[in-house]
């Protein structure tokens, strides 16, 4: 396997992290590739990725796997060592992020003088253990694969979009935001719920198919009472909230679902009237925007001052500075549905 060109990282767009780096779907095979992030359904679609390129180019490639928490001195030598028979090989270190001395010593060394017919895979899951053999990958321009996880609501929807996209499938905004509320907390399922409405519909995918499929879990999210707290729908909030509680849902996620849906408004009223750039630079995607302009008709800034208060409030209190979480993320939903029409 000859050595591929070493590569600059970029930007990545799509279903990519916002990290700097390669999507998944875009690394090729080079004799070093760092696939880094905490995202697990991101890295082993890297893997898998580098694995199946090089099986394509060779199908009888040996492929080693080595985990590094439990790696002996010497070990990375051994598997990349020229072979009789010039045998394309790829070599995948586990969990690099719990590497003995040992591995980081090795890999260092290797790194600076890498084997042609080697591809060497490197996966850290994150943290500062092997900052320096990161590092030194990076100096040198090997590929770098971005896994990090996917926080925002718009990174998850553009992962739907992305994943739709790779089944010559589509949905429309409304879908994709439901099927975000729904499992968005978690890249497989979301990823597996795609692939079930891949599989069980047709044509564009519309809201209804997502809440045929999935309506249950979307009224037992926090995202779903806070938009009807944040409408001033009081009666069906506290529906909401109870159906999810009894369902299992813990409050914390409830209280931050409530406080990240009061910032996208507050975002949203301070750039009104500067103008789409503006608009742009809030990092939004165009639905939750939309969304934000309709809730901040009936939204003074004194009342999503007291919102935000409440919701304060009540993060204190779900973590610990009161013996009844329950009782305080409803009188928040409460207190946030009133807040709406001061």
């Not at 992290?17 to 890295?43: H, I, N, R, T």
């Not at 990725?49 to 394509?56: I, P, Q, S, W």
């Not at 890249?187 to 209804?208: K, M, P």
């Not at 969304?291 to 003074?300: F, G, I, K, N, S």
Request: glycine fraction near 10%; aromatic fraction near 4%.
């Amino acid at each position: 396997m000859p050595t591929p060109t070493r590569s600059s990282t970029r930007s990545p767009s799509g279903a990519r992290s916002a990290a700097p780096g390669l999507g998944w779907d875009e690394v090729e095979l080079a004799s070093v590739v760092l696939v880094a992030g905490s995202e697990g359904l991101l890295a082993d679609r890297a893997v898998e990725r580098l694995v199946g390129l090089a099986r394509e180019r060779d199908a009888g490639v040996e492929v080693t796997r080595l985990d590094a928490a439990d790696y002996g001195s010497g070990t990375l030598g051994v598997v990349t060592s020229p072979s009789l028979f010039a045998e394309d090989r790829v070599v995948v270190v586990e969990s690099v992020e719990r590497a003995t001395d040992e591995l980081l010593t090795d890999a260092l060394a290797y790194v600076a003088a890498p084997q042609e017919d080697v591809v060497l895979v490197l996966r850290h899951g994150g943290g500062q253990r092997g900052k320096k053999l990161l590092d030194t990958v990076r100096a040198a321009r090997w590929p770098v694969v971005a896994c990090e996880a996917l926080k925002k609501d718009s990174d998850k929807s553009a992962f739907v979009t992305a994943e739709l996209r790779r089944a010559k499938r589509r949905a429309d905004a409304k879908a994709v935001r439901a099927l975000v509320d729904a499992v968005g907390s978690d890249l497989r399922e979301l990823a597996a719920a795609c692939a079930q409405l891949v599989s069980d519909t047709t044509g564009i995918i519309g809201e209804a198919a997502v809440e045929r499929y999935y309506g249950g879990r979307i009224e037992a999210t926090g995202f779903r009472v806070a938009d009807a707290a944040i409408e001033g729908d009081a009666g069906n909030a506290v529906a909401l909230l109870r159906h999810a509680l009894a369902t299992g849902v813990d409050p914390v996620p409830i209280v931050a679902a409530l406080g990240a849906k009061l910032r996208t408004l507050a975002k949203v009223a301070a750039v009104r009237g500067r103008g789409s750039g503006a608009v742009r630079d809030l990092g939004l995607a165009p639905w939750q925007v939309d969304r934000a302009q309709r809730d901040l008709a009936r939204w003074t800034p004194e009342g999503l001052a007291v919102a935000i208060s409440a919701v304060a409030q009540a993060d204190a209190e779900v973590k610990g500075e009161s013996r009844d979480a329950q009782f305080a993320v409803e009188r928040a939903v409460l207190r946030v549905a009133a807040a709406g029409s001061r």
